[in-house]
């Protein structure tokens, strides 16, 4: 199984990135997809959740109308579009698949399999 995040970079506030995960080694487009992030000192923290056909979506409050995930079940990649970044974005971003179904958690523990992280940094 992997994983493999990228898009992470350095963004002025305000500004925008578009995350990748490329993913391989389980049927992608019959699971769960996530994307959580950990800001230095910090614990992991869903940012949001997409069901196998892309219907269903959750978002944290904190993100709610600047960030979108996505999903290209033909070439098993899953993306989170970022608008409007702001400091505390700063942050490793993680593509993650849930062990369950509409799980929106914050505990490592509920995620069986992670990329290896972009890192997302935003500053000016």
């Known amino acids: 199984v992997q994983l493999q995040a990228s898009g992470g970079g350095l963004v002025q506030p305000g500004g925008s990135l578009r995350l990748s995960c490329v993913v391989s080694?389980?049927?992608?487009?019959?699971?769960?997809m996530s994307w959580v992030r950990q800001a230095p000192g910090k614990g992991i923290e869903f940012i949001a959740t997409?069901?196998?056909?892309?219907?269903?979506?959750y978002y944290t409050d904190s993100v709610k109308g600047r960030f979108t995930i996505s999903r290209d079940n033909t070439k098993y990649i899953l993306h989170l579009s970022m608008d409007s970044l702001k400091p505390e974005d700063t942050a490793l971003y993680y593509c993650?698949?849930?062990?369950?179904?509409?799980?929106?958690?914050?505990?490592?523990?509920?995620?069986?399999?992670w990329g290896q992280g972009t890192q997302v940094t935003v500053s000016s």
């Open positions: 997409i069901d196998a056909l892309g219907d269903i979506i």
């Open positions: 993650a698949r849930p062990k369950k179904a509409y799980s929106r958690s914050n505990s490592r523990s509920d995620y069986d399999f």
């Open positions: 080694g389980f049927p992608f487009e019959n699971n769960w």
